[in-house]
């Protein structure tokens, strides 16, 4: 049998030039696994139960027996897949404990030539390391400022500079707001939210200033962790000031592309808070194509829900700029000048 145990240290450098197989069930994989694994389950999620089911009732026999009746004649169908998938016969694999679903996946595949390297503790190894990752301590320099001022594209380009950059909305697939759902694909779990973030993480000098942008403890149905949060409010804010027109003229560019009926359906889930006729006028506004004033209608309902949540922030630690007319290199430019007064660098 050509297999490996590897420890969670050894996955890391692994993991750059292999690919990695995930044996548990389709539903576990959906709940949250190692982001850019593949999911090739030994016990499918209804066999899944059925075992557990037996292995309480009868003990580990009667459902080890049982587990090989249901699986052994998807054994081929297993390999093929595999074989197609990975021509190259040089995996990762594992399962939630590193234990028998991927011990029979790695003699599976060993057999028609694969060689294996088998993650010891499996998923549960890896999974202690993400939450523990998130909840470390960080220097966190966060970049605030109210709707349309363009703080994800200030933080692209940010990155682009070589600076260190967490686009937690990009992670949760939302822009945090009643539209942040248009045109994103679907969230993560909040577990694989944390397994996204840990990923990031990981890359940083942790020494170093991390960029992460103000936001919510929730963005869409993902929550940020307690103690990342808790970091981000305790951090300097370098709040960003634009007028009110280069901010319509941002969110117009973005939003006016998007299909009118899902902008008019996030309308609506604001409704209770908008009022009947601004919601009627803004529904109206996005019918005729009228951007500029529905965005402008909205802006007063998102720049108090700002002012609120700016509040919580410690004002001695907060940096106001105003980037009013300058460009985006300019711009770039005065956050990293920014950034370095703020940690006393020249």
């Known amino acids: 049998m050509q297999e490996s145990l590897i420890t969670l240290d050894e996955f890391w450098n692994l993991r750059k030039v292999l690919p990695i197989i995930d044996a548990r069930s389709e539903g576990e994989f959906m709940q949250s696994h190692i982001p850019g694994s593949y999911n090739l389950p030994i016990l499918t999620n209804s066999e899944r139960i059925e075992i557990g089911t037996l292995y309480k009732k009868k003990g580990a ?5 049982k587990g090989f009746e249901l699986v052994g004649p998807r054994f081929h169908q297993i390999q093929k897949e ?12 594992y399962c939630w404990r590193g234990g028998m679903r991927s011990q029979i996946l790695s003699w599976l595949l060993s057999m028609v030539g694969f060689e294996i390297f088998r993650l010891k503790g499996g998923y549960k190894s890896y999974r202690s390391f993400t939450f523990e990752k998130v909840r470390s301590e960080y220097p966190f320099l966060i970049l605030g400022g109210k709707t349309g001022i363009g703080k ?19 992670l949760a697939h939302h822009k945090g707001s009643s539209f942040g759902s248009i045109g994103q694909p679907p969230q993560p779990s909040v577990e694989q939210f944390e397994n996204l973030l ?3 993480l990981v890359k940083f000098d942790s020494t170093q200033p991390i960029w992460v942008e103000n936001e919510s403890r929730k963005i869409g149905r993902t929550i940020v962790p307690d103690r990342f949060y808790e970091q981000m ?10 007028s009110e027109e280069e901010r319509i003229e941002h969110i117009s560019e973005e939003y006016s592309k998007l299909p009118k009926e899902e902008l008019i359906a996030a309308v609506k889930r604001l409704h209770k808070r ?10 109206w506004d996005i019918e005729q194509g009228n951007h500029v004033s529905w965005i402008s209608n909205l802006l007063i309902y998102y720049d108090k829900t700002y002012d609120f949540d700016l509040n919580k922030h410690q004002k001695s630690k907060i940096t106001h700029l105003d980037f009013t007319g300058l460009n985006w290199i300019d711009q770039v430019e005065a956050l990293i000048t920014t950034k370095k007064n703020i940690n006393g660098n020249p």
């Open 61 to 65: 026999q009667e459902a080890t027996l």
């Open 82 to 93: 595999a074989l197609q998938k990975f021509p190259n016969r040089k995996i990762i694999v």
């Open 152 to 170: 994800t594209l200030l933080l692209k380009k940010l990155k682009e500079k070589g600076e260190q950059v967490v686009d937690l909305e990009g």
């Open 198 to 200: 840990a990923e990031e």
């Open 233 to 242: 409010l305790e951090a300097p804010l370098l709040e960003i000031q634009k």
């Open 274 to 283: 908008l009022g009947g006729i601004r919601t009627q006028e803004a529904i």
